[in-house]
T-cell receptor, first 112, second 115 residues
Framework: GQQVMQIPQYQHVQEGEDFTTYCNSS?????IQWYKQRPGGHPVFLIQ?????EVKKQKRLTFQFGEAKKNSSLHITATQTTDVGTYFC????????????FGKGTKLSVKP | DTEVTQTPKHLVMGMTNKKSLKCEQH?????MYWYKQKAKKPPELMFV???????INESVPSRFSPECPNSSLLNLHLHALQPEDSALYLC??????????????FGPGTRLTVT
């Protein structure tokens, strides 16, 4: 079946260091979304990428969608303790049903 | 109002009990979802409703029974659950279903424990 692989599973960084998580799909995606889930919380939508090669920025966060629309990345510059949580990518396949296929997530911990 | 609400926040039930989870949104979204999330795992899709009709059932056991009384409400009826069904149950909504669904808004979830 369709899968979205996400790495790494865990990342421990010192505050101020950069962080990147990567997603790779077995099939071409219609679009990809990114969510953040704080410990004890629920997934919160961060962004949606639709176009091939798209790059979007939100303050210290940079999101990229690959040219083939099969891979994506989230890069955080100069991490802060408020960035702690699990980051999920979720790829959407085409068609009328168009389910989101979640990656397994990357759990980020930040040491002050 | 960009909020999805869920009740109850926590639920403990025995294997012979019948209970219901409730979800509500007032964003005018026409697609609503139930997800199950186990610890350290991503959300796992259970059901999708589109325009109040069941669109997707991801082979969920019949002890879980969804219901969409109207465009704002989504229920999940629980009966004869097993301990392995203990999880966080998340409701979500989006403007529509499918390729152009847009972002999903998740509720805070119901943390269910089956004893």
């Amino acid at each position: 079946g369709q899968q979205v692989m996400q790495i790494p599973q865990y990342q421990h960084v010192q505050e101020g260091e950069d962080f990147t998580t990567y997603c790779n799909s077995s099939t071409t995606l219609s679009n990809i979304q990114w969510y953040k889930q704080r410990p004890g919380g629920h997934p919160v939508f961060l962004i949606q990428l639709v176009k091939s090669g798209e790059v979007k920025k939100q303050k210290r966060l940079t999101f990229q969608f690959g040219e083939a629309k099969k891979n994506s990345s989230l890069h955080i510059t100069a991490t802060q303790t408020t960035d702690v949580g699990t980051y999920f990518c979720a790829g959407r396949v085409g068609g009328s049903q168009g389910n989101l296929i979640f990656g397994k997530g990357t759990k980020l911990s930040v040491k002050p | 109002d960009t909020e999805v609400t869920q009740t109850p926040k926590h639920l403990v039930m025995g294997m012979t009990n019948k209970k219901s989870l409730k979800c509500e949104q007032h964003m005018g979204h026409r697609a609503m979802y139930w997800y199950k999330q186990k610890a350290k795992k991503p959300p796992e899709l259970m059901f999708v409703y589109s325009y109040e009709k069941l669109s997707i059932n991801e082979s969920v056991p019949s002890r879980f029974s969804p219901e969409c009384p109207n465009s704002s409400l989504l229920n999940l009826h629980l009966h004869a659950l097993q301990p392995e069904d203990s999880a966080l149950y998340l409701c979500a909504s989006s403007p529509r279903q499918g390729e152009m669904a847009g972002e999903q808004y998740f509720g805070p979830g119901t943390r269910l424990t089956v004893t």
